[in-house]
């Protein structure tokens, strides 16, 4: 409810952590979606006119199998919650442009049927977030990167400690009192 509200924050991942996570995990997908869901894909990257055929070869996009509401709508702003998008938008396969849609929340069964390829695969890109979402997702990535350094310093500290223990010669004796 609140990233209704308010959208992306510095405590949610970016698309591009989701990317990376995702390449780090290699998920994989079944080979179809569950009942009542629809897979989605999420390019990064597409723009207008383009063939999404390079985007796929190269994997720059985010992937899921996303549960339909009850009515048989997809939630868009779900999507842009479980990946930190300020907007998400489908993808005209058919005439390589966006998709102005009535309802930017929601996608109706209709709309999901005509916009999915041949293989029911759904495809949206995020259009250019706000200059205010770029530097809060850039601030988040410096304080990402300083934790991940620091983590892995403090990694790399307790294993030389460790190896030092283990390497020298002296012998360590544990006894217990009675």
Known sequence: ML??????????????????????????????????????????????????????????????????????KLSLLRIREMWGLENCIPIDQCRRMAFKSADSDYLSPIAIGVLADENGVLKLFEPRPSDATIAMREKRMQYVRQYQAETTWLYETANEIVDEILSSKITVCLSSTA
């Open 3 to 72: 990233y209704a509200l308010f959208g992306p924050s510095i405590f949610c991942r970016t698309p591009q952590e989701h990317l990376e996570c995702q390449w780090r995990k290699n998920i994989q997908l079944p080979r179809t979606p569950p009942e009542r869901h629809v897979r989605v894909y999420l390019f990064l990257e597409w723009k207008e006119g383009c063939d999404d055929k390079e985007l796929l070869d190269g994997l720059l996009y985010l992937k899921a199998d996303v549960p339909l509401e009850p009515t048989g």
